[in-house]
């Protein structure tokens, strides 16, 4: 493999450390034949749970996932809403593969809940909206910094909004995250520039 495949979204898995070290230490059981299709088998099974859960999301989820993005240092700025960006050039721009392109068209299944989860926000606080926005474009902006390829950038965006949710893993959260994710990508000005 090139570093380059070796280090590939495709060819990564997230792993805790005690985890880490179990398949480090017994190599003959854990064979890239096993682990490529325990990551294929967790990756289906979330993915299912996820789309089953787009359904389920109410303002709860909405809101630990929303939260957790917006506190960010990074100051409010204007909310940098680009719709005159059509959201399939921003796809083909990012050279988003046909995964992610299912991921947001999932997601986008909640825009209108979601927007109006962050009218409502706005309302209470009216810096909300910009700062989810800062918060979304500081990150984005670290994932391209660090080399992840396309794919990658999307899946860290969602799971670290996962990831920070809170303790709860629920395919309902898990759905929030993508959702949110996929409508800041759908109304913010990121992607990469042809």
Do not use: W
Request: aromatic content about 8%; glycine content about 6%; some cysteine.
């Amino acid at each position: 493999m090139t570093s380059a495949e070796r280090g590939s979204a495709d060819n990564l898995i997230y792993l805790c450390g005690p985890h880490h070290d179990v398949i480090d230490t017994q190599l003959e059981h854990h064979t890239r034949e096993f682990l490529v299709g325990a990551k294929r088998a967790h990756e289906e099974a979330v993915q299912r749970a996820v789309r089953t859960a787009m359904g389920e999301v109410t303002y709860e989820e909405l809101q630990v996932v929303c939260k957790v993005i917006a506190n960010a240092t990074t100051p409010p700025q204007e909310l940098g809403i680009d719709r005159a960006v059509p959201l399939q050039e921003k796809i083909s721009l990012n050279l988003l593969g046909p995964s992610s392109v299912q991921r947001i068209t999932d997601g986008l299944s909640q825009a209108v809940r979601i927007a109006d989860f962050i009218a409502f926000q706005n309302s209470l606080s009216p810096s909300f909206g910009r700062t989810l926005v800062a918060r979304f474009r500081s990150d984005y902006y670290l994932a391209v910094a660090d080399g992840l390829e396309p794919d990658a950038v999307f899946d860290y965006l969602v799971e670290k909004a996962f990831d920070n949710a809170g303790p709860r893993d629920t395919p309902q959260v898990r759905a929030a995250a993508l959702s949110v994710i996929a409508y800041l990508f759908e109304i913010c000005e990121i992607f990469e520039r042809g």
